[in-house]
């Protein structure tokens, strides 16, 4: 049930990120999001904004699935694209997730961090867009969600 759950909450990083695309792509449309101005959101500052390169992590490199070699795996995941790119970076203790979780976007920009403690969401939660606008910042305990600011707190109460 966990990994249903947590391929859930990728598949809601994801869909985020389509309709941000979909709206930069649409330059004759104003830039408005479930009725929120784009421009009035905070821009998340932080050094982790930019991906690491693959070649620069010392880390397991998968291609995203769920294996049976990390069902018991501990160390550092990477996922990387054709251009060297870190696109999902996280820790597995004994094939569960602990310490953040960073999702990249195929240029290295982070659009997602979650700390995970014993496969469960139990901390900060942030969803950026690729400007780097923060669309979500949420904190968890024992995988409930306990607060949410953020133009789509709606959705990610509808995945929890």
Known sequence: MEKINFIKYVGFIFGVYLILAS???NKSAKAKLVNVELSNLKVYQNPDRVA???SDVDA?????KYSEELKDYTGKIKVCNN???IVTLYSLKNGKHNGY????DDTGLLIGKTYYQN???NGDFIQLDEAGRILIKAKYVKDELVKCDGPFCEQLKNIN
């Open 23 to 25: 709206c930069e792509d």
């Open 52 to 54: 690491p390169k693959c």
């Open 60 to 64: 397991l490199e998968t291609n995203g």
């Open 83 to 85: 251009q060297g790119t």
């Open 101 to 104: 979780f960073y999702t990249y």
């Open 119 to 121: 496969d469960q969401k």
